[in-house]
């Protein structure tokens, strides 16, 4: 019989009641007020995983404190009671990169090779590069998010103004300056403002994401 790896114990560990309990007690002795830590957690958990576009949010916020809580009961491990949603978004963020590397063998055909077979790559780098899409992935969620906040025209004009490119470009803006009525400057100044108000509402996103 094969002796199953450090993974699968982790993979196949189970939240208990007596688990559980402990992992509540780390937040608060109160219970009511634990109970309400834990739910303030898990929804901001949710919502971490919904930005960065998962099709299981619920179950990967469920993972974390799983997690979490193993450590607690295994190796006694003492949350932060002042501020202890930082571990829990950290924690997230490796649920996540673990997600993604599982996409990345399916997606190479190397959930059949062992381990001796995989490609040589630097894992530093590997994680280095999987948090900069992660990052860059948040970010482009979040401006898609702010699309939707602006008034129909001022989307129309963006679009249109982004959409002129090569030799034509200049043309293409002096036509939809004339259409809109303005100088290509005062057109200049509108989509600036624009781009503004997309970066600045992705910023809040972020920020609430993060954080």
């Known amino acids: 019989m094969i002796a199953p790896t450090k993974k699968q114990f ?3 560990w189970t939240l208990t009641a007596e688990a559980f309990a402990e992992l509540l007690s780390s937040f608060d002795d109160d219970r009511e007020r634990a109970s309400l830590i834990y739910e303030d957690i898990r929804k901001r958990l949710v919502r971490q995983f919904r930005a960065s576009q998962s099709l299981i949010p619920e179950e990967q ?3 974390v404190f799983n997690r ?3 450590k607690i009961s295994e190796e006694n491990f003492v949350l932060d009671r002042t501020n202890p949603y ?3 978004h950290q924690t997230a963020r490796y649920v996540l990169l673990e997600q993604q590397r599982q996409n990345r063998r399916r997606i190479l055909g190397l959930d ?3 381990v001796s077979d995989e490609p040589a790559y630097d894992p530093v780098k590997a994680i280095e590069k999987a948090e ?3 990052r860059t992935e948040l970010g482009l969620n979040a401006l898609r998010q702010c699309r939707q906040n602006l008034k129909t025209q001022e989307l129309k004009v963006l679009d249109e103004y982004n959409a002129a490119i090569g030799k034509d470009k200049k043309k293409l803006h002096e036509e939809l300056a004339a259409s809109l009525g303005k100088s290509q ?3 200049k100044i509108t ?3 624009t781009r503004k108000k997309l970066v600045e509402c992705a910023k809040k996103k972020l920020a609430i994401v993060m954080n």
């Open 112 to 114: 059949d090779l062992n």
């Open 10 to 12: 982790k993979k196949d």
């Open 61 to 63: 916020a469920d993972e």
């Open 86 to 88: 930082p571990y829990f």
């Open 68 to 70: 979490i809580a193993r």
């Open 132 to 134: 900069q899409k992660l």
């Open 185 to 187: 400057n005062a057109l």
């Open 191 to 193: 989509i600036n403002r």
